[in-house]
């Protein structure tokens, strides 16, 4: 662990807030939710029925009345959006037209017969119509879905099975590195075989011919007639707002289910402490809203503020490897939310290109989506914020819902350790559990775990309460389980290590194993697969596949690794290519049958193998060994 400490910060000093939290988590978060505009005041702050909670029951509220309705006294002319396009298009949108956009799309939502409750996928690429879409949904109640849209058709269609969505909102295509990426020909890939579709909605964003069958519509042709007029849904504040499905240890998505009231409290005042956001900030998060990051801190976080942002549709180093820098300078961006995967292939590149820009704009910064290493947390500080810009390194899930653990300039200061997300946010509470559920103590590592529920936390899986327990539950009783390994020091600060559970990390986006290796037995001539990460210097872990052939197969390895990759591609998306295959004969595994990933690792990263008492065969062992040593040999020379 890093143990050099900056003291950089903003000045600022609340300390009743933590002070109040410490006395009663429940009654700091019924003061924290009064910030927020309430058509109804709920009957009890916190009914919590293990593992179940229900936040502000009772209370009547609507986001998409939160983050719009309330600004249009005081920021109507504010801009809300400055959208920039990978080809370099641009549109803005004030806090008045986002509003009006919003209100006629919801109306096109009620005429194609959504009403409360209903299901909305929308599989769209970075472009206003994302954010409008999903207010949209919100303000009628509907519940929307928005799947990354690097993902493929086979992806698509399971996350549109579970959710049962009625209407699909997709685009003619994407821009991805120059590349056009045929979203709507993957969409109808996707519900070729699906009957309980009923609209898909298609926004021209690429401008090619589409080819509109019977259920298609444009948006620009839905939009060209419709009211503007649609009052925000009052809904209980534990109706849901979003579902996200996330990648797990099993091959199925699960369908994390976030509600409204304590999800909207949690990022309010979690995107205040964080970025101390003021009335003339230009906020700039790099996430893309398919992912929970978002969705909290792209859409709603920063518009439940009034804040201006930053939207950008490509890839981080296209055109060129200064995009970022451009961005940066070009809108005069004073916060920066990025990923510590960017940062390292920034970093790479040599600092004469962030020093070329003008970044004098910037006073915060911070990361998320993994842990950051204490060297590129050191060049982020020095080359890019020039030692002047206190940097927040920010731990939380899907499931979180906002930010559990971070330094919050906002409201305190307190010295930054390279590498350590610091202290948990107020109002909760986090700690480090031994494999029996006890307090380990400091600087060992244990397993993370929350003990108290909080308001941003996931209400359930979708349509799967049982999962719900068994996964996050089950492991400690009362405890939220996170998967995550984490050691806190003698000071208090917590330190993430990774994941304990078979779920792969790559560039901050999560990949279950099983949902990849399914993929890879998919291919004929494949009898078992396993997967694991290794170090990778820019994206932080990156995928190995072992591959296990069945008999008989004699396809030269190179052509069978192309079609491999192909497959990946097709079935999951290209997030998920393994970087690398290791063809071998039989694969680790304990006596009971489960495949020791542990062991991959080992040997993949040439650490100790450790206790193999367990191994169904211990000749595996070194056989594993000797075909990566073999074919690493032969990529080395």
Same mark, same amino acid.
Not at 253 to 278: C, E, M, Q
Not at 282 to 308: E, K, N, Q, R
Not at 389 to 401: H, K, L, M, V, Y
Not at 457 to 462: K, T
């Given at each position: 662990?890093?143990s050099?400490?900056?003291?950089?910060?903003?000045?600022?000093?609340?300390?009743?807030?933590?002070?109040?939290?410490?006395?009663n988590?429940?009654t700091f978060?019924?003061?924290?939710?009064?910030s927020?505009s309430?058509?109804?005041?709920?009957?009890?702050?916190?009914e919590w029925k293990?593992?179940?909670?229900?936040?502000?029951?009772?209370?009547?509220?609507?986001?998409?009345?939160n983050?719009?309705d309330?600004?249009?006294?005081?920021?109507s002319?504010?801009?809300?959006?400055l959208?920039?396009?990978?080809?370099?298009?641009?549109?803005?949108?004030?806090?008045?037209?986002l509003?009006?956009?919003?209100?006629k799309?919801a109306?096109?939502?009620?005429?194609?017969?959504i009403?409360?409750?209903?299901?909305?996928?929308i599989?769209?690429?970075?472009?206003?119509?994302?954010?409008?879409?999903?207010?949209?949904?919100?303000?009628?109640?509907?519940?929307?879905?928005v799947?990354?849209?690097?993902f493929?058709?086979?992806s698509?269609?399971?996350?549109?099975e579970?959710?049962?969505?009625?209407i699909?909102?997709?685009?003619? #295509? *994407?821009?991805?590195?120059?590349?056009?990426?045929?979203l @709507?020909?993957?969409? =109808?890939?996707a519900? &070729?075989? %699906?009957? /309980?579709?009923?609209h898909?909605i298609?926004?021209?964003?690429?401008?090619?011919?589409?080819?509109?069958?019977?259920?298609d519509?444009?948006?620009?042709e839905?939009?060209?007639?419709?009211?503007?007029?649609?009052?925000a849904?009052?809904?209980?504040?534990?109706?849901?707002?979003?579902?996200?499905?996330?990648?797990?240890?099993?091959?199925?998505?699960k369908?994390?289910l976030h509600?409204? #009231? *304590?999800?909207?409290?949690?990022?309010?005042s979690?995107? @205040?402490?964080?970025? =101390?956001i003021?009335? &003339?900030? %230009?906020? /700039?998060c790099?996430?893309?809203?398919?992912?929970?990051t978002?969705?909290?801190?792209?859409?709603?976080?920063p518009?439940?503020h009034?804040?201006t942002?930053?939207?950008?549709?490509?890839?981080?180093?296209y055109?060129?490897?200064?995009?970022?820098w451009?961005?940066?300078q070009?809108?005069?961006?004073?916060?920066?939310?990025?990923?510590?995967?960017a940062?390292r292939m920034?970093?790479?590149? *040599?600092?004469?290109?962030?020093n070329s820009f003008?970044?004098?704009s910037?006073?915060?910064?911070?990361?998320?989506?993994?842990?950051?290493?204490?060297?590129?947390?050191?060049?982020?500080?020095?080359?890019?914020?020039?030692?002047?810009?206190p940097?927040?390194d920010?731990w939380?899930?899907?499931?979180?819902?906002?930010m559990?653990?971070?330094?919050?300039?906002?409201?305190?200061?307190?010295s930054?350790?390279?590498?350590?997300?610091?202290?948990?946010i107020?109002?909760?509470?986090?700690?480090?559990?031994?494999?029996?559920?006890?307090d380990?103590?400091?600087?060992?590592?244990?397993?993370?775990i929350?003990?108290?529920p909080?308001?941003?936390?996931?209400?359930?899986?979708?349509?799967?309460?049982q999962?719900?327990?068994?996964?996050?539950?089950?492991k400690f009783?009362?405890?939220?389980?996170?998967?995550d390994?984490?050691?806190?020091d003698?000071?208090?600060?917590?330190?993430?290590?990774?994941r304990?559970?078979?779920?792969?990390?790559?560039?901050?986006?999560?990949i279950?194993t099983?949902e990849?290796?399914?993929?890879?037995?998919?291919?004929?001539d494949?009898?078992?697969?396993?997967?694991?990460?290794?170090?990778?210097?820019?994206?932080?872990?990156?995928?190995?596949?072992?591959i296990?052939l069945?008999?008989?197969?004699?396809?030269?390895?190179?052509e069978?690794?192309n079609?491999?990759?192909?497959?990946?591609?097709?079935?999951?998306?290209?997030?998920?290519?393994p970087?690398?295959?290791?063809?071998?004969?039989?694969?680790?595994?304990?006596?009971s049958?489960?495949?020791?990933?542990?062991l991959?690792?080992a040997?993949?990263?040439?650490?100790?193998?450790?206790?193999?008492?367990?191994?169904?065969?211990?000749?595996?062992?070194?056989?594993?060994?000797?075909?990566?040593d073999?074919?690493?040999?032969?990529?080395?020379?």
């Amino acid at each position: 662990m890093e143990s050099s400490k900056f003291d950089i910060d903003l000045g600022k000093s609340s300390p009743e807030i933590r002070k109040l939290s410490d006395q009663n988590f429940i009654t700091f978060w019924e003061s924290e939710a009064k910030s927020l505009s309430w058509f109804k005041r709920w009957d009890s702050v916190l009914e919590w029925k293990p593992p179940f909670s229900k936040w502000f029951k009772g209370g009547l509220i609507n986001a998409s009345f939160n983050t719009l309705d309330i600004h249009q006294k005081k920021k109507s002319d504010k801009l809300a959006i400055l959208w920039e396009g990978e080809d370099g298009s641009y549109r803005n949108f004030s806090y008045s037209q986002l509003f009006h956009e919003v209100k006629k799309f919801a109306n096109v939502l009620k005429s194609l017969g959504i009403k409360k409750g209903d299901r909305v996928t929308i599989y769209l690429p970075m472009i206003p119509e994302l954010p409008i879409s999903m207010l949209a949904c919100a303000r009628i109640g509907a519940i929307h879905t928005v799947v990354f849209s690097g993902f493929s058709s086979t992806s698509l269609k399971d996350r549109i099975e579970d959710s049962k969505s009625k209407i699909i909102i997709t685009a003619d #295509g *994407g821009f991805r590195k120059g590349k056009i990426i045929k979203l @709507k020909q993957i969409v =109808d890939d996707a519900v &070729s075989e %699906i009957n /309980f579709i009923e609209h898909v909605i298609v926004v021209e964003r690429i401008k090619n011919k589409t080819t509109l069958n019977k259920k298609d519509h444009l948006w620009s042709e839905l939009m060209s007639h419709t009211s503007d007029v649609c009052d925000a849904e009052p809904l209980d504040s534990t109706h849901p707002l979003y579902i996200l499905y996330t990648s797990g240890t099993t091959g199925k998505p699960k369908g994390v289910l976030h509600g409204t #009231g *304590g999800y909207l409290t949690h990022l309010r005042s979690t995107y @205040k402490w964080a970025f =101390d956001i003021n009335d &003339s900030d %230009i906020y /700039f998060c790099t996430a893309d809203i398919g992912w929970v990051t978002g969705h909290s801190y792209v859409v709603y976080g920063p518009l439940l503020h009034g804040a201006t942002q930053v939207m950008y549709e490509g890839a981080p180093d296209y055109p060129n490897i200064s995009r970022m820098w451009d961005i940066i300078q070009k809108y005069k961006v004073t916060i920066f939310y990025t990923t510590p995967t960017a940062l390292r292939m920034f970093m790479k590149f *040599g600092n004469e290109f962030p020093n070329s820009f003008d970044l004098s704009s910037l006073r915060l910064l911070g990361t998320v989506g993994e842990p950051i290493n204490p060297e590129v947390w050191k060049w982020y500080f020095n080359i890019i914020g020039k030692k002047l810009c206190p940097i927040i390194d920010t731990w939380w899930q899907t499931e979180t819902g906002g930010m559990m653990i971070s330094s919050l300039p906002g409201i305190e200061s307190f010295s930054l350790k390279p590498g350590s997300a610091t202290l948990p946010i107020p109002g909760v509470s986090i700690g480090i559990v031994d494999e029996d559920g006890n307090d380990v103590g400091a600087n060992t590592k244990g397993s993370l775990i929350i003990k108290n529920p909080w308001p941003g936390m996931l209400m359930g899986l979708w349509n799967d309460d049982q999962k719900y327990k068994n996964v996050y539950w089950s492991k400690f009783e009362n405890m939220y389980y996170s998967g995550d390994y984490a050691i806190q020091d003698s000071d208090g600060y917590f330190w993430l290590l990774g994941r304990a559970d078979d779920v792969l990390k790559i560039a901050g986006h999560r990949i279950g194993t099983a949902e990849l290796e399914s993929s890879l037995v998919s291919f004929p001539d494949v009898a078992e697969s396993a997967v694991c990460t290794i170090p990778d210097e820019i994206k932080g872990e990156s995928i190995i596949a072992f591959i296990v052939l069945k008999e008989s197969v004699i396809t030269p390895q190179n052509e069978l690794k192309n079609e491999l990759k192909k497959t990946v591609r097709n079935s999951v998306g290209a997030i998920a290519v393994p970087q690398e295959f290791y063809f071998v004969s039989k694969l680790p595994k304990t006596r009971s049958g489960k495949i020791m990933r542990r062991l991959l690792k080992a040997i993949a990263n040439k650490d100790k193998i450790g206790d193999v008492s367990t191994l169904e065969d211990g000749v595996v062992v070194s056989e594993v060994q000797s075909a990566f040593d073999e074919l690493q040999n032969s990529i080395n020379n």
